[in-house]
Every structure is written in C-alpha cells, then in structure tokens.
C-alpha cells in the first residue's frame, strides 16, 4: 500500500479539552492499520497549546517527539520529551501533553488495539 503526503487530510482540532488548536495530519486511518490501531498522526501542538489529560482502556498510545519540547503528563507526573524520546500510556493509565516552550512540537502519534 502507498499513500501520498498530498491525500492525507489535515484539521485543526481542541483535543480532549486541551488548550488551543493542534494540527493533525492523518497518515492512515483504521484500515491502513489493519484494524490493529485506530489512529496514526503526524500531530503539531504549538506553543501555548495542548492535549488534555485522558485515559486509555483496551488500547495505547504513543507519542514520538519529533521536534520542541513538550511536557507530557504520564499519571500525573510531568515529564519533559525532547526530539526521540517516546511517552506512551495504555491499559487504564492517563496521559496529556503541553507546550509551554516557545517552538512547535511536532510528533506522531500512534493508538493501537489490545
């Protein structure tokens, strides 16, 4: 399978009642996982902005900083992501993430299913 750059769609979205809009490039959808995961994204959280703290059950996620720095919440507890580093969270556990620096963080994000 091939996908393109210029078929993916792209939307600005408040995720999980987080601050601002982040950008999100969908880089397949459930099928393209083969139902292994529903979500695959190339994500950018702009300063000033985040993703609000939720939970996973029967899946994780995980988040690869790309780019910036972002301030993950893993159960509570902050952590700071640089450029290769990976939060990930699943199975009844919380997370969030937050840019309080001043450059975008870029990441993708990746949800797949128990």
């Not at 999980?16 to 490039?25: Q, T």
């Not at 900083?65 to 301030?71: D, N, Q, S, Y």
């Not at 902050?78 to 199975?91: M, Q, R, Y």
Request: charged residues 20%.
């Amino acid at each position: 399978m091939v996908t393109f750059s210029h078929d993916l769609p792209e939307k600005d979205v408040s995720v999980w009642h987080g601050e601002g809009l982040i950008h999100v490039k969908d880089l397949t959808d459930a099928a393209g996982l083969y139902h292994h995961g529903r979500l695959f994204t190339h994500t950018t959280v702009n300063p000033g902005c985040s993703i609000g703290y939720h939970t996973h059950e029967h899946e994780t996620e995980f988040y690869y900083i790309i780019r910036g720095e972002a301030v993950f919440n893993d159960n509570g507890t902050e952590v700071i992501l640089h450029p290769g580093d990976i939060g990930a969270t699943g199975f009844g556990q919380g997370h969030g993430l937050e840019n309080r620096g001043t450059e975008p963080v870029e990441m993708i994000a990746l949800i797949i299913c128990e």
